[in-house]
């Protein structure tokens, strides 16, 4: 399915339809359980399928996480392939957060699995590690662009870990973090709204890089279970405000299982994140 449109621009659509708010499919174990169903593929099928009847039409992007789906083996990945396809044929946007990196021929494939016109999993956008370098990107950077698909580069992470490597300084003197922000936005630059290679930097860091020139979105996650709140998202995005993509996934997912709560708690933070469309 692929697009003549840049992820950038349809992200910017959607946002201005439907809000700026992600919200994540997280099938945690705990949540199959407080959810009534069971830690099995059955289980995880049941999960994705209402999830997928309280978010379609009700927000801008929503995020499975991958890691979630693999832990059931090749079921689970035939369970996110058909949740992924359903969302994107009701028009919402996916983006697999998968966080993938590797060497060039190896992000190759990855890059192939997650973008690739007509593959299995083909998705809208995915996380990707940039941290064996920005280079190694690439070949996902070039499938984006020819099929009109996004990345979120990792930049600075939600978790406290993620200070080791990314608030360490790069040989010009720039914080690790900074230079993957720079590293995306120069790919962003001359893009229409919006350019479709974003950044995630978590909601719960007490800094976060210089995001005023990325002119791409911004996946703020952390929110509700880690602890960020609206305010780090205004206090951190800067003047990226307007692009920042508020994600959460527990704080809605423990409504569930019933459509109606999940879509009330969709609401609520949709409206708590209105701030971002003024
Ligand atoms: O820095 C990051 C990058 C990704 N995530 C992912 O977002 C969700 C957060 O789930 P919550 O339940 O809202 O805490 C999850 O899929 C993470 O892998 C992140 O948290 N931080």
């Not at 997928?52 to 090749?74: D, I, T």
């Not at 021929?105 to 890059?111: G, Q």
Request: hydrophobic content about 45%.
């Amino acid at each position: 399915m692929t697009s003549t449109e840049t992820f950038g621009a349809r992200l910017h659509a959607a946002t201005g339809r439907h809000g700026s708010l992600c919200v994540g499919v997280d099938p945690h174990p705990e949540l199959l359980e407080a959810w009534g169903l069971p830690d099995s593929v059955e289980g995880l099928e049941q999960f994705s399928e209402i999830c997928v009847e309280a978010f379609v039409g009700q927000v801008a992007l929503v995020k499975p996480q991958v890691a979630f789906f693999e832990a059931y083996g090749s079921g689970g990945l035939a369970v996110l392939e058909r949740t992924v396809s359903v969302l994107r044929e009701a028009g919402t946007l996916v983006l697999a957060d998968a966080k993938r990196g590797d060497i060039g021929s190896t992000m190759n494939a990855y890059a192939r699995a997650w973008l690739g016109a007509g593959s299995p999993l083909e998705s809208d956008a995915v996380t990707v590690s940039p941290y064996l370098g920005f280079g190694s990107l690439d070949p996902a950077l070039e499938l984006a662009e020819r099929n009109g698909g996004g990345l979120f580069v990792l930049a600075a992470t939600s978790n406290p870990e993620g200070a080791q490597v990314q608030l360490s300084t790069a040989a010009d003197g720039r914080r690790i973090s900074q230079v993957m922000v720079d590293e995306a936005a120069a790919r962003n630059a001359g893009a229409d709204v919006l350019g479709s290679i974003g950044v995630v930097v978590g909601a719960t860091l007490t800094e976060a890089p210089d995001l005023d020139a990325l002119h791409g979105p911004i996946l703020m996650p952390g929110i509700g279970h880690q602890g960020g709140t609206a305010d780090d998202v205004r206090r951190l995005a800067g003047a990226g405000l307007r692009s920042v993509v508020p994600s959460v996934s527990r704080e809605v997912l423990r409504a569930g299982p019933s459509v109606t709560a999940l879509q009330e708690a969709v609401g609520r933070s949709v409206e708590a994140f209105a701030f971002l469309q003024d």
